[in-house]
């Protein structure tokens, strides 16, 4: 990363809230760096996925077949909403059991990651000033990125598990010599030598569809998070600007004000969509598996 002189002062304070909490401590120079771990990312989406399993168990465990409370009234609500989604996509009751209660957890897994978007962009790195962890350069929290939504290895690690679900479904429903006879005889169907001549073709189509679905469900949270999450620092600069009580300082501190509570409450929305979208189109890729070309 450059020097702070080397560059302006809103141009560092950007790049320096993009860098990781990582196993180098610097700015990862590469899109995949497999020998780097980001060390806030894994914490924080463990942390919400942990968040979750108490959740749901906590309801699970205190779920009556009375009149049921506000919180397992809106867990229940949940279950139905993702239920219902999931019998308009999944023909197969016994793929439903597991895919179902996989959907639910990873909507509110994302729910909660997309969530920690309307935290300010500087508590953290204040409290860890504060506390005397990450104060200055050189320091092991100096970098501290609490969105793991923004870090491309999330959403591209889940759907990798996407894909992986897509695979076993599709060798489990339709047997591994009818999944592998597929790969190579769909979308083109021939006979004969024109069969063979368009094999190779069926296998590179089939390989691109389901990477293309991994490439494009990973990409799509991570590139509207990581938008979401440059529009808060571009906000946070607003305030930063502040010089003391003059015309200028005054308008720049409501704009601030202003300009991120408009964009963390249209960010709401944002955060529900990408969760409810994610969720989605996994239920969509499982049920695909279960249909032949």
């Known amino acids: ?123 953290m790195p204040w409290l860890l000033k504060t506390s005397g962890l990450g104060a200055e350069h050189g320091d092991p929290l100096y970098y501290h990125r609490i969105l793991p939504t923004a870090d491309l290895n999330i959403p591209m690690g889940m759907s990798m598990g996407v894909l992986l679900l897509m695979l076993y479904y599709g060798i489990k429903i339709k047997s591994p010599g009818g999944f592998v006879k597929e790969l190579f005889t769909a979308p083109f169907h021939a006979h004969g030598v024109a069969a063979l001549f368009l094999a190779p073709f069926n296998f590179l189509l089939n390989c691109i569809e389901y990477a293309a679905k991994s490439v494009s469900l990973g990409m799509r949270l991570f590139g509207n998070m990581f938008a979401g999450e440059l529009v808060f620092m571009l906000i946070a600069l607003l305030g930063g600007a502040w010089t003391g009580f003059n015309g200028a300082s005054l308008g720049l501190g409501i704009g601030h004000v202003l300009a991120g509570s408009v964009w963390a409450i249209f960010h709401i929305l944002i955060i529900l969509l990408q969760a409810f979208i994610f969720m989605m189109l996994t239920l969509v890729y499982v049920g695909q598996a279960h249909e032949g070309h």
């Open 1 to 123: 990363m450059a020097a702070a002189s080397d560059v302006s002062p809103q141009s560092y304070y950007i790049q320096h809230h993009l860098v990781h909490f990582n196993s180098a401590g610097e700015k990862q120079g590469s899109i995949a760096d497999f020998s780097l771990l980001n060390f806030d990312s894994m914490f924080w989406s463990l942390a919400m996925g942990l968040i979750v399993i108490f959740v749901l168990s906590r309801a699970a465990k205190s779920a009556t077949a009375g009149v049921p409370g506000r919180f397992q009234a809106f867990i229940e609500t949940l279950i139905d909403m993702v239920e219902e989604q999931a019998k308009g996509i999944i023909p197969n009751e016994t793929t439903r059991r597991f895919v179902s209660p996989l959907a639910l957890t990873v909507f509110m897994w994302i729910f909660l990651m997309n969530f920690l978007d309307l935290i300010p962009v500087d508590l």
